[in-house]
């Protein structure tokens, strides 16, 4: 079972709020990824990390920026939110396992802009 | 371009039976295929991963097939309950980069009825 966190699970706030979203986990992986998913659609990826210090852009473009200053903790942040980032927004780590990535998904938030 | 196509896009099936849901992806070069099951409002969760030389893995009830030369695979389901009702999600992963770099599919959307 993964130990992956993700607070708040629901968010509705007003346009031009600024908001973060927070990611954790217990496992000590260094690879964390910040995920976009509309219903119905697959899941996009829109930020990465490779450890402490490091992050990346992924192929969706996104407004939000992510920080990783520790391991354990991979929070994403909307300086303005607007309608059009209402989505669920799932973060991940993952670990080499036996030759491959292991990806292990938080329970995700559901973000709502009004 | 890498892409990961699901069918049926939705199922409907009946309690006790079961099912097969579809997957051909076209992403190169290959490293391997997971199959993931999302509940409503959750996040994925992983059921079965393949690599080049598996054709066939099962995990319980689930059972998962991989033809890497047509670049197909399905997921059987056998004496489906209640509980699987959720989106079953294609997943498959390319050897290009260090990142463990994950295509997604749709997902299948599958409802079981008492």
């Known amino acids: 079972e993964a130990d992956i966190y993700q607070t708040p699970r629901y968010l509705v706030i007003g346009t031009g709020k600024k908001i973060t979203l927070e990611c954790s986990q217990t496992?000590?992986?260094?690879?964390m990824y910040w995920y976009q998913q509309d219903p119905g659609m697959e899941l996009h990826l829109i930020h990465y990390s490779y450890g402490v210090n490091s992050t990346e852009k992924g192929d969706l473009s996104s407004e939000s920026t992510v920080s990783r200053i520790r391991t354990e903790h991979f929070p994403l942040t909307l300086e303005s939110a607007r309608p059009s980032h209402t989505s669920q927004y799932l973060c991940?780590?993952?670990?080499?396992?036996?030759?491959?990535?292991?990806?292990?998904f938080g329970p995700g938030t559901r973000l709502t802009v009004t | 371009k890498n892409q990961v196509e699901q069918s049926p896009q939705s199922l409907i099936i009946l309690e006790g039976k079961n099912c097969t849901l579809q997957c051909n992806y076209t992403v190169s070069p290959f490293s391997n295929l997971r199959w993931y099951k999302q509940d409503t409002g959750r996040g994925p969760v992983s059921l079965t991963i393949m690599t080049f030389s598996e054709n066939t893995k099962s995990n319980g009830r689930y059972t998962a097939t991989l033809d890497a030369d047509t670049k197909q695979s399905s997921l059987h389901i056998t004496a489906s309950q209640l509980s699987d009702s959720a989106s079953y999600i294609c997943?498959?992963?390319?050897?290009?980069?260090?990142?463990?770099?994950?295509?997604f599919g749709r997902g299948t959307q599958l409802t079981v009825w008492p």
């Open positions: 991940a780590s993952s670990a080499r396992l036996a030759g491959r990535y292991e990806q292990y």
């Open positions: 997943v498959v992963s390319d050897r290009g980069s260090t990142l463990g770099r994950l295509y």
């Open positions: 496992m000590g992986h260094d690879k």
